[in-house]
């Protein structure tokens, strides 16, 4: 066990507190989660930041010291990378996002660059038992996801924003949503179901009026699959509804196709059931008709409205409307239209205009 001074501890080891001076130890679990410490060896000028506790935005430059979690990533636009399968003190892995992920990359994206290679200084110690110096390897998360947990909406509608991709405005959706729900006096909670750990868009949710939010990385997921999306959808379904909000809004991160778990969330018979409507975001109309088409016939799923790039003008929208019967509304240009028509789909009432106004 040894002391090291952190520079910057990433939004992924939120929920641990930690403070700059950690105790890290050689011996490194190679599991999902478990939460390491590591010098930076090189400087970049794109996809440079990283997300802190705090929610911020910091650069990040040769020499930091950062802490962030193990973890793999499978992105269309981005890095990928796994868990090695053993790791020693003075290795080198590859921070894989902005949220703190690392791990050994596989794969990058030319527009980002190479990815900032990091030296492995040891795992952090956490101290869960009082008075006594008994380190263990500290891991993300508020608690652990169980295996198959219950789903319980007691009866709350739930919004759902799916994309065709990443990058396809599924947020600045789930914004529009959120904000105007609240102008109608509606109390919204929100999560975001899938993707690799990066609190920013819930942050976005909270910004435009959510009452309690919740990612998949506060239960001890670094990055979403098939395998665990499900549960965690299930998870923070069921922990916002006991909350009794009037509507519950998530954003399934990525796309209807991809390595992230919306897929396998989708075919939950159990998640599908509990519904009310789904957003589709696309970035042009070939999209948009693809990701209809998925819908209603991968996972018997009428989409309630199209929204993303693809809306930006008539034309687009045009096309949604007449070649596949689905409203098409701009979350920028009409976010207002795009809450009202959600809020009535889910059988919400609309505020009553100002009469004064």
């Known amino acids: 066990m040894k002391t090291v001074i952190a520079d910057k501890i990433a939004s992924i080891a939120q929920h641990l507190n930690l403070k700059r001076e950690l105790r890290v130890s050689a011996d490194i679990p190679c599991e999902e989660g478990v939460v390491i410490a590591a010098e930076v060896l090189n400087n970049k000028n794109t996809y440079n930041q990283l997300e802190l506790t705090s929610g911020r935005m910091a650069v990040v430059k040769k020499g930091d010291i950062v802490v962030g979690a193990l973890g793999h990533r499978k992105a269309l636009f981005g890095y990928s990378g796994h868990i090695p399968e053993k790791l020693a003190v003075g290795d080198t892995l590859q921070l894989l996002n902005m949220g703190g992920v690392i791990g050994a990359c596989d794969?990058?994206?030319a527009s980002f660059g190479q990815p900032f290679d990091a030296r492995v200084l040891g795992a952090v110690l956490d101290f869960p038992y009082l008075g006594e110096r008994?380190?263990?390897?500290?891991?993300?998360?508020?608690?652990?996801?169980?295996?198959e947990p219950v789903l319980d909406t007691q009866g709350v509608p739930v919004v759902a924003i799916a994309g065709t991709c990443m990058n396809s405005g599924k947020t600045a959706a789930a914004c529009a949503i959120v904000s105007r729900l609240r102008h109608h006096g509606h109390t919204v909670d929100a999560f975001k179901a899938t993707g690799v750990s990066l609190r920013r868009d819930i942050l976005a949710m909270e910004d435009a009026g959510a009452r309690n939010t919740l990612i998949f990385t506060d239960f001890g997921v670094a990055c979403t699959t098939g395998a665990n999306g499900p549960a965690a959808t299930r998870t923070m379904l069921t922990r916002l509804a006991a909350n009794k909000p009037d509507v519950?809004?998530?954003e399934l991160g990525d796309g209807i196709l991809g390595a992230?778990?919306?897929?396998?969330?989708?075919?939950?018979?159990?998640?599908?059931?509990?519904?009310?409507?789904l957003v589709l975001c696309a970035n042009d109309p070939v999209a948009a008709w693809g990701g209809v088409k998925l819908l209603r016939e991968d996972f018997g799923i009428e989409p309630g409205i199209v929204t993303g790039p693809a809306t930006d003008n008539d034309v687009g929208k045009d096309i949604i409307v007449q070649r596949m019967g689905v409203k098409a509304i701009n979350a920028v240009t009409e976010s207002m239209q795009l809450g009202d028509a959600v809020t009535t789909h889910v059988g919400l009432k609309l505020s009553q205009p100002d009469a004064s106004s």
């Open 107 to 109: 794969s990058i994206n």
């Open 134 to 147: 008994i380190g263990v390897p500290a891991r993300i998360g508020m608690q652990k996801l169980a295996a």
């Open 248 to 250: 519950i809004v998530f």
């Open 260 to 277: 992230y778990g919306v897929e396998a969330i989708l075919r939950d018979a159990g998640i599908r059931a509990a519904l009310t409507c």
